[in-house]
């Protein structure tokens, strides 16, 4: 059958129709699926049952993949699959259980930040009603950018920002929120802090969008510390508006891919550790940003 593409929401987010990704994928296809992805940031997949090789060939087609700091967390056969869980074995917990539960695009702690991830949901709690648990919210940071008055634009376009893993690593563990183990010397010199342009460009459609996030942007370089504070909390303000978001409220075998130059996305942890959830990821290496 032909692939049909449904909108999710006004400015992010599209559902694939009539597509299986276990299949042998046509390169007729693919090129359809990358072309609408750079389009809508977001692309769902329902009721797929994949392998971890098929979820890893097909994430290859958007580019190579990373291999995640956190390799505790990764399969040991796959280690391009990063495990985001809150199953504990032996009292210890088998991936990454806190994972996005802040807005934030993955990765922008690294020179060349991911281009997508894509996330295979394996287990989910059960819903409870028409209430489900653990959904993502998504934002698309290119509308917000577009929603922006000229001056904004303007007094953004050449400003620059710090990006920072170990800050965010940090704050996780304040007052014993995290159940992660601190990070080793090794892994602190794999994230050194980065700087990246406020406004992005991206690479395959050329629009622009905002590139900050309350996950590991630290400051804005070039500001006094008030106004660089400022200026994040009101731009964070901005992008989280429900103008720009779509909310997915996950099912078992859904495949969900996320642009992380023109997405933001949050995980909402509204699920206790008797509700167990299992995701797999894979990440696609990106490019410097400009």
């Known amino acids: 059958m032909k692939i049909e593409f449904k909108p999710l929401s006004p400015h992010i987010g599209s559902e694939v129709l009539n597509f299986n990704l276990s299949e042998t994928l046509q390169k007729e296809d693919l090129?359809?699926?990358?072309?609408?992805f750079n389009h809508r940031g977001v692309l769902v997949f329902r009721n797929q049952n994949l392998n971890e090789r098929q979820h890893i060939d097909f994430s290859k087609y958007f580019g190579?993949?990373?291999?995640?700091v956190l390799k505790q967390y990764l399969l040991p056969e796959n280690p391009e699959i990063l495990l985001i869980s809150n199953v504990q074995k032996d009292g210890i917990?088998?991936?990454v259980s806190d994972a996005g539960q802040y807005w934030h695009t993955d990765l922008s702690y690294m020179t060349h930040p991911s281009r997508c991830s894509v996330l295979l949901s394996k287990l989910i709690p059960d819903p409870q009603g028409e209430k489900t648990f653990g959904d993502t919210c998504f934002i698309s940071t290119t509308a917000a950018y577009e929603a922006l008055d000229e001056e904004t634009k303007k007094r953004l376009q050449n400003l620059k920002a710090k990006h920072s893993y170990s800050a965010r690593y940090a704050k996780l563990q304040?007052?014993?929120?995290?159940?992660?183990?601190?990070?080793?010397?090794?892994?602190?010199?794999?994230v050194p802090e980065v700087v990246h342009p406020v406004?992005?460009?991206?690479?395959?459609t050329g629009k622009k969008s905002i590139y900050v996030n309350e996950g590991f942007t630290t400051e804005i370089l070039d500001l006094p510390t008030a106004e660089s504070k400022k200026l994040l909390e009101h731009l964070y303000e901005h992008c989280q508006s429900e103008d720009f978001m779509y909310r997915h409220q996950?099912?078992?075998?859904?495949?969900?891919?996320?642009d992380n130059c023109s997405t933001q996305h949050l995980a909402i942890p509204d699920y206790g550790l008797e509700q167990h959830r299992l995701m797999h990821r894979t990440t696609v290496q990106g490019s410097a940003v400009f």
């Not at 090129?31 to 609408?36: E, F, L, P, T, Y």
């Not at 190579?64 to 995640?68: A, D, G, V, W």
């Not at 996950?250 to 996320?258: A, E, R």
């Open 174 to 190: 304040e007052g014993g929120k995290s159940t992660r183990p601190p990070l080793t010397e090794e892994q602190k010199k794999q």
């Open 93 to 95: 917990n088998i991936g």
């Open 199 to 204: 406004i992005r460009t991206h690479p395959m």
């Open 64 to 68: 190579s993949l990373e291999i995640h």
């Open 250 to 258: 996950w099912q078992v075998g859904d495949v969900l891919m996320w």
């Open 31 to 36: 090129k359809q699926i990358d072309d609408q």
